[in-house]
């Protein structure tokens, strides 16, 4: 036993003294000959990359997804990092094209009633699953009524609700049958609709309206967990998928339009630091990537960057039934107080756009102009007026002094640096210190869903191509509303606005009810967000919509 | 026979000890304001509703509790909510594999190494081998890991291309998450060990061993070493139970697929399985790693018998 200790720890030096000099000796090439044979490795490395791949001919894209996908079973994985990559293995009734508008995808054509409530699409004859089945209406039906299944418990479920019958089944107070939609024969889907939508055609692109192979899903409800029983009836199909490590996609032969899919394969990594996926890109091992905040100012005028709209923004929300924000006038002194382009260009930076109005530029209106063009700028930067309207909010309510205010937002560093550039710009132009409160995302959450925070930090995504996805979180009781605010008159242009079958009188109600947003001050527009992305030379078609998931269908690698 | 009831009556505490764990991290689970379900996307009540209900979350409190004690009894740790096609079981047993490679590589490079040098920073007192080893030593405990890993992954993987940046694939992969991990437990071992056997080396066996003529190697190896080993067997068992379970700066930085990220996600998330699923893992773990190292104990030193209660 004793012999044996000795014998191990000689062993155990002798291996630690070798691994050391051996260490010293690369420490020391390192210093020595770095300058000359770093270079030549990286550019051996390179160019048998480059032949590799040139003698076997594959295009070969690599990406970074982040993490680990929530799930690939599309009524689920409610979030980018699944439907990203779900948006390239399956294909919904419609799907957006490069101008970033409802194309026929699935579906070949589409007759819509007069009173813009049956829509009875017509599916292409040679729209094929992975698997070779081809795509019948009946995997529609199957896969709209598993999503509003309370069962399945699905977070997108209420996207489905334009359906007729949707939501009473969702929430548990109808049945699957009376969900109108329905398999008229094996090419033909018929949808009615709870009230007409004229932006219908666009929420079919999100991933929630996905088919779903019946025959496969009956079989196995599990067929979306593994890539070997994984059947899509996108671009690409799924080669290989290792869980938290890398996804592989191929070009799927089926697809009725594979002659335009150009890329043979994707990768898709799963690397969830900043820093190390910009190195990964740098080192050539990524195609694309984003952009280190600290590194921000360095590399956003690269020529290597793609920067475009994301239809989202970043606002904060006033507590209307906390002191002192049931004032109007006091609102819209803080709004006035804000100088929106110091934020934006010097605070967040990465090239974002500040927010004069809550819908962010790129909604199309039917008469081909820009929402926010057409409605304009709703909210300027105006110390003289802000001060004015502070007095006079306070001359209403009756305040010698204002009550204490407290700014909350969830926990993050650019949160942070916003929040304090906003309580500078409270204290040199209205006058007024607030405090400040970072809270962990989900206390924070909580609290501004019980009205416990007097004005906090919010922001939106969309998930459809239309403005009243955005404006109609603030009607009455609305869910996503945390402001306390009710309006009639708002409630009612938010009813015309996703109803009114004439598309021109629609958006004219959608364009009233964001001034009466903006008039009433019930939340404080900062800055849109926007998509920035890195791209190593010779990768091109990368599709990025403003609203919706990346499509890699047109992508090519040189 | 002896040995046999202690291993039992270890088995027992520990039980009782994991009871008492996920009784006590189950109350602040459910203190902890906020919902898995939160979430910056649009919903609205049904959804939730719908959703509460898939993961039991509406049932009260009790009912809860109990269920996951019974699912626990039967190792069952439960579905997760934000990997909704996950177990937690199936986490854990595809993180761990990983995270214990990189532990285990980590901690026989780091007690090897630690070691080595904590003797020959002793035998070397105040010589200069000794202040260099120690500076070391200072600087591994002084700069944090994901400081090391950064400059690593800066200098030898993007700027000299020595070794890929990130991911977890082949040997040349593993490198520098070692070499990051490792460096801060190394110099705990140099430090610990220089120490004790530097007290070890004035004792008076030593200088009896040394009056009888035995050879300065057979002194240290065979007389100091074994000693001064003890305080290192000591933390030991804190220290493999924390590596080999994952560590989450060192996973996320190099992109490693173990399971360290699930000990700080999870919290984030409320994703309740798999908090309580990572807990009772760890725990688990460390109450394991502890018992090993009182038998360890018994072994390098015979005076320490494990069956024998203290003081009888």
């Not at chain 1, 820093?275 to 290597?304: R, V």
Request: glycine share 6%.
């Amino acid at each position: 036993m004793k012999k044996f200790l000795v014998f191990l720890l000689t062993v155990l030096t002798i291996a630690v003294l070798a691994a050391c000099t051996t260490g010293e000796d690369a420490g020391e090439e390192t210093t020595d000959e770095s300058e000359t044979e770093a270079p030549e490795e990286s550019g051996t490395e390179e160019t048998e990359e480059g032949t590799e791949e040139e003698s076997s001919g594959d295009k070969v894209l690599r990406l970074n997804n982040g993490i680990e996908p929530t799930s690939l079973d599309p009524s689920i994985g409610f979030d980018q990092v699944s439907w990203d990559p779900l948006n390239n293995l399956m294909e919904g009734l419609t799907r957006l094209d490069q101008e970033h508008v409802a194309a026929p995808g699935a579906a070949e054509s589409w007759d819509i009633s007069e009173d813009g409530l049956t829509y009875t699409f017509h599916l292409r004859e040679d729209a094929n699953w992975s698997n070779g089945d081809p795509v019948v209406a009946e995997d529609f039906v199957y896969a709209w009524k598993y999503m509003l299944d309370p069962e399945t418990a699905s977070p997108a479920a209420f996207l489905g609700y334009f359906i007729e019958g949707a939501e009473a089944y969702n929430a548990g107070d109808g049945s699957a049958d009376d969900v109108a939609v329905t398999a008229v024969d094996e090419k033909t889907l018929e949808v009615k609709l709870e009230a007409p939508a004229g932006f219908f055609l666009d929420v079919l692109t999100n991933p929630a309206f996905f088919p779903v192979n019946h025959k496969v899903a009956e079989e196995n409800p599990d067929w979306h967990a593994e890539a070997d029983s994984f059947v899509g009836n996108g671009p690409f199909m799924l080669e290989s998928w290792e869980h938290d490590v890398e996804m592989v996609f191929a070009k799927n032969p089926e697809y009725w339009d594979a002659d335009t899919v150009k890329l043979d394969q994707i990768h898709f990594a799963m690397v969830n630091d900043t820093n190390t996926q910009y190195q990964m890109f740098e080192s050539g091992e990524l195609d694309t990537a984003s952009i280190p905040p600290e590194l921000s100012d360095q590399l956003i005028d690269g020529d290597d960057v793609f920067i475009g709209p994301y239809g989202g923004l970043e606002f904060f929300r006033f507590n209307v039934t906390a002191e002192p924000f049931q004032n109007k006038k006091i609102r819209q002194a803080f709004s006035y107080a804000v100088n929106r382009d110091d934020i934006a260009q010097y605070v967040v930076k990465n090239g974002v756009e500040p927010a004069y109005g809550f819908i962010s530029p790129g909604f199309t209106s039917p008469t081909g102009e820009d929402f926010r063009d057409v409605n304009g700028d709703l909210v300027s930067f105006d110390a003289e007026q802000a001060k004015q309207l502070l007095e006079e909010g306070m001359a209403e309510e009756g305040y010698d002094e204002l009550p204490a205010i407290t700014l909350s937002y969830n926990t993050s560093d650019t949160n942070k640096a916003v929040a304090e550039t906003l309580q500078d710009m409270f204290i040199e132009n209205l006058g007024v210190e607030v405090t400040l409160e970072n809270q962990e995302w989900g206390v924070f959450v909580e609290a501004q869903q019980n009205l416990e925070l007097q004005l906090s930090r919010s922001s939106f995504i969309n998930d459809y191509n239309d403005p009243v996805n955005f404006l109609e979180s603030f009607i009455t009781d609305s869910y996503m509303n945390r402001t306390g605010f009710s309006n009639e008159e708002y409630d009612e242009l938010i009813a015309n606005g996703k109803s009114e079958t004439d598309q021109e009188k629609r958006w004219e109600y959608l364009y009233e009810a964001e001034k009466l947003l903006a008039e009433e001050m019930i939340a404080m527009p900062i800055r849109y967000y926007n998509t920035v992305v890195l791209e190593s030379d010779g990768v091109s078609g990368i599709l990025r919509h403003p609203v919706g998931y990346f499509d890699l269908k047109y992508a090519d690698k040189q | 026979m002896d040995m046999l009831r202690y291993m039992l009556r270890r088995l027992l505490i520990a039980l009782v000890t994991l009871w008492i764990i996920v009784t006590i991290t189950f109350i602040l689970m459910v203190t902890v304001p906020g919902s898995p379900f939160s979430d910056e996307r649009s919903s609205n009540e049904a959804v939730q509703a719908n959703l509460e209900a898939h993961y039991n979350l509406d049932d009260p409190y009790y009912m809860q509790y109990l269920l996951y004690l019974k699912n626990i009894s039967m190792l069952d740790l439960g579905p997760s909510i934000k990997q909704p096609n996950q177990t937690v079981n199936d986490l854990l047993g595809r993180g761990f594999p990983i995270s214990f490679e990189l532990g285990m590589i980590t901690i026989i490079f780091a007690v090897v190494s630690g070691v080595v040098l904590g003797i020959i920073s002793a035998l070397r007192h105040n010589g200069v081998l000794d202040y260099l080893s120690m500076g070391f030593a200072v600087l591994g405990i002084s700069i944090p890991n994901f400081i090391l890993a950064t400059l690593f992954i800066q200098k030898l993987a993007a700027d000299w291309e020595f070794f890929p940046v990130a991911t977890w694939s082949s040997p040349m992969h593993m490198v520098l998450p070692v070499a990051a991990l490792a460096t801060g437990p190394m110099a705990i071992i140099a430090r610990l060990t220089r120490s004790t056997m530097l007290e070890v080396l004035t004792q008076d066996y030593i200088k009896m061993a040394r009056a009888k003529g035995l050879s300065p190697w057979k002194i240290t190896f065979k007389h100091a070493l074994r000693n001064a080993l003890m305080p290192v067997v000591t933390i030991m068992g804190t220290l493999l139970a924390g590596i080999l379970t994952g560590t989450f700066v060192i996973e996320q930085i190099f992109a490693i697929p173990g399971m360290g990220k699930y000990f700080v996600e999870s919290i984030n998330q409320r994703d309740y399985p798999v908090i309580m699923g990572t807990t009772v893992f760890y725990s688990t773990f460390l109450i394991f790693m502890l018992l090993l190292v009182d038998i360890v104990y018994g072994i390098i030193d015979p005076r320490i018998k494990l069956h024998k209660k203290g003081g009888e």
